[in-house]
């Protein structure tokens, strides 16, 4: 594919007659962002095989297959070591886009993370330190670690129902779908995580007795995300839960499970 196109300047080199040198300009200024959308759909394809074939209906990931069957995720992380929004902008031309990459791509390396990491049970305080903010991978050119990758650049989008969609592969992630998040339905499905997030009694328990709401941590972590959207994080949880949320109750965060989602044990270390 480069030699195509070192082949076609050279042409446009040789060229003479000004509009000649036009026509073949709008050409390749049309041509270059098909073919870099057209490249990213083709990673996409890569993270759409591991999630269909090693994520469950329950977002648990099948680890023991996964970590003999390497090549689709590596390939999807490759496509992430030289491609991103920053310095590809032509393969990302909305918004949408630009951040269903970012979530897919986070995803994708956590999943990644947990496999070079020897595959623990359960991502301890040392692990933790070392997941989020030791190890870091190449986007787009660029080496980070995923807390910055979330914090920096993710999160610097403004949209807070990523916290919905971005796993880290432990127990008190939100659910991972089975399938890629897309530029083309991306809205309703971080609206539909939301709601996902909130049906269930892992991340939300109403106590009419006590007049408690109890909530997933994720929305104490990131509190100033969800108070940009609602004046109070009650309002928040209101916006998307299925059941009616006292506007006075009193507010109490469920402990995170750092245990990594994985379908089966038996093929994990002790770490």
């Known amino acids: 594919m480069h030699s195509f196109w070192r082949h076609l300047r050279r042409l446009f080199a040789r060229l003479r007659n000004p509009l000649l040198h036009l026509c073949m300009a ?21 993270w759409a095989r591991v999630l269909h074939k090693y994520v469950n209906d329950r977002g648990q990931v099948d680890f023991c297959g996964l970590v003999n069957d390497q090549a689709d995720l590596r390939a999807y992380v490759d496509y992430i070591g030289r491609v991103s929004p920053e310095n590809t902008p032509a393969a990302f031309p909305t918004r949408d886009a630009a951040l269903a990459y970012y979530i897919n791509s986070y995803n994708s390396l956590a999943m990644l993370n947990v496999i070079v990491s020897g595959m623990p049970k359960e991502l301890g305080l040392l692990t933790r330190v070392w997941f989020f903010g030791g190890r870091r991978f190449t986007i787009g050119g660029k080496p980070m670690t995923l807390y910055t990758y979330e914090n920096s650049v993710i999160r610097a989008v403004g949209d807070e129902r990523v916290h919905f969609a971005l796993n880290c592969m432990s127990v008190g992630c939100p659910q991972l779908p089975n399938e890629p998040f897309s530029s083309i339905r991306l809205d309703a499905q971080l609206d539909a995580a939301a709601r996902h997030f909130f049906s269930e009694s892992r991340n939300l328990q109403i106590d009419p007795v006590r007049h408690t709401v109890r909530v997933s941590s994720i929305l104490k972590f990131y509190k100033d995300d969800f108070l940009k959207r609602s004046p109070t994080l009650i309002a928040y949880i209101g916006r998307y839960a299925l059941v009616k949320i006292p506007a006075n109750a009193q507010l109490e965060f469920i402990p995170y499970d750092w245990t990594v989602n994985a379908q089966s044990r038996s093929c994990q270390s002790s770490g």
Do not use: F, I, T
């Not at 709008?26 to 890569?46: I, S, T, Y």
């Open 26 to 46: 709008l050409a390749l200024g049309w041509a270059a962002p098909c073919v870099a959308q057209n490249a990213a759909a083709d990673a996409d394809v890569h």
